[in-house]
């Protein structure tokens, strides 16, 4: 078993739910896992093209697996894949900006830092590439850095899950426990895309101010 499913069942033990890790155990001892043919595991694949993808054996994709620890989230999201897929509404944004919230809200963990972040002056000395800005700041730069339209909504979107509304009024509960507390040092992130929005090229600044909107609407 490779790391990520042995860390799963582990988990699942640890949790006393020995039969569910036990089911995953016979159920990938049964059919073993064949690793896609995709160049790496970070790969992104279209939502619409990934039943579409052969194994290494040459045989089709029938069946995907999505692991992770109990209680983060994983059958809303595997809902709402599903419902895209079915659709064919290859809403590949959100998926990624909720992956990145997720991440960062209940590992603590930037995934988007590639460790060359440089953090904008006029913010403090703690707010670093695990603060709420320095992951803004990271998605920000990655926007820019890209074609118009590559990133943008993925931006909104990950804009949208950190506004307290969101994250702290609406997700607690389904996506994690209604003790979790609310992000820190959103003031911050505000900072930020109010800086960028005023320094951006003129064909950027509408979608940065948009989502300084979405951080701080209480509609839903």
């Known amino acids: 078993l490779d790391k990520a499913l042995s860390k799963t069942i582990s988990t ?11 089911e995953l155990k016979k159920t990938c001892q049964k059919e073993p896992l064949t690793p896609l043919q995709v160049p790496s595991a970070d790969t992104f694949v279209a939502l619409n093209n990934l039943f579409r993808l052969q194994k290494e054996d040459g045989s089709p994709v029938r069946t995907v697996v999505t692991m992770g620890v109990p209680g983060s989230g994983m059958s809303v999201c595997v809902a709402k894949f599903s419902l895209d897929w079915a659709q064919q509404h290859a809403n ?18 930037n995934v988007l ?42 931006l909104r979107y990950l804009c949208g899950l950190l506004s307290p509304h ?55």
């Open 12 to 22: 699942l033990e640890s949790m006393d739910k020995k039969e569910e890790a036990e």
């Open 166 to 220: 969101c994250h702290y009024s609406l997700l607690r509960g389904f996506l994690y426990s209604h003790n979790t507390p609310k992000v820190e040092g959103l003031a911050e992130v505000q900072q930020v895309l109010d800086q960028s929005a005023q320094t951006a090229p003129e064909d950027r600044r509408m979608n940065l101010y948009e989502c300084l909107r979405e951080m701080t609407q209480e509609d839903d």
């Open 92 to 109: 590949r944004e959100f998926m990624a900006a909720l992956y990145v919230f997720l991440m960062f809200y209940i590992e603590s963990t």
């Open 113 to 154: 830092d590639t460790g060359f972040l440089q953090m904008p002056k006029f913010l403090s000395s703690r707010n670093n590439s695990k603060s709420a800005a320095g992951l803004v700041q990271c998605a920000v730069e990655r926007t820019l850095s890209s074609q118009l339209g590559r990133y943008d909504m993925f």
